[in-house]
């Protein structure tokens, strides 16, 4: 078997990058150059989706993995749809911690921070470019408090209990930046039922044992 040589690797990104820039040319596909680095980092993240899936051990591959097909996603996307690469990106970085999180509850509980910061930047950088001039300063601060109410509630969440204090804080930071009242009006009630349903939910539960 002959030995693995980069150039036939570096000849055949050449020959797709030649390839998508003549269909470009002849108009058949646009944004050429962004769906060849988008196969790039997609070929990037499937090895290292690999290498997390086939050895859970390997769980620090989830960061370049989810990160890099984050980047693919974000470099396929079409013009029309260039507001949402932010969380495209963020959203693969989130997706990573997610991964570690869910693979290792009680000893990695510590990525629900950052999955849920990262996706809350995803979904501000969305509104901040979709939405004539709302604040998102409000958002930012739900997004995060949600985030510390997550690490208080998910699975194994009873010895962080602390979290909901950093949480509560944040969520009514939040509602009261909100600078519009149609979006809070909703988005408040709910996350006043999630947390009274949690008080009960611990009642009870502590009350059964």
């Known amino acids: 078997m002959r030995r693995y040589d980069p150039r036939l690797i570096l000849g055949i990104l050449l020959v797709l ?56 996603v974000a470099s396929f996307l079409p013009r ?21 999180y869910f693979t290792g509850t009680s000893e990695r509980w ?12 995803g979904v501000v950088s969305v509104v901040d470019d979709v939405s004539n001039g709302m604040e998102t300063g409000g958002l930012f601060f739900l997004g995060l408090g949600l985030t510390f109410m997550l690490v208080a509630v998910l699975p194994g969440g009873r010895s962080r209990s602390w979290a909901l204090i950093p949480g509560t804080v944040l969520l009514l930071f939040g509602a009261f930046l909100g600078s519009y009242r149609g979006a809070s009006a909703y988005l408040w009630p709910v996350v006043l039922i999630i947390l009274g349903g949690y008080f009960v939910w611990r009642f009870f539960r502590g009350s059964s044992t």
């Open 17 to 72: 990058g030649g390839l998508l820039s003549l269909l470009d040319v002849m108009g058949i596909i646009s944004n050429a150059s962004g769906i060849f680095w988008g196969l790039i980092f997609a070929a990037g993240g499937l090895v290292f989706l690999f290498m997390l899936v086939n050895d859970q051990n390997n769980w620090w591959a989830a960061f370049p993995a989810f990160t890099l097909l984050g980047l693919s």
């Open 80 to 100: 029309s749809l260039e507001a949402y690469g932010g969380l495209a990106f963020f959203a693969g970085i989130s997706l990573g911690f997610w991964w570690v």
């Open 110 to 121: 510590w990525a629900i921070i950052p999955a849920g910061v990262l996706l809350t930047l």
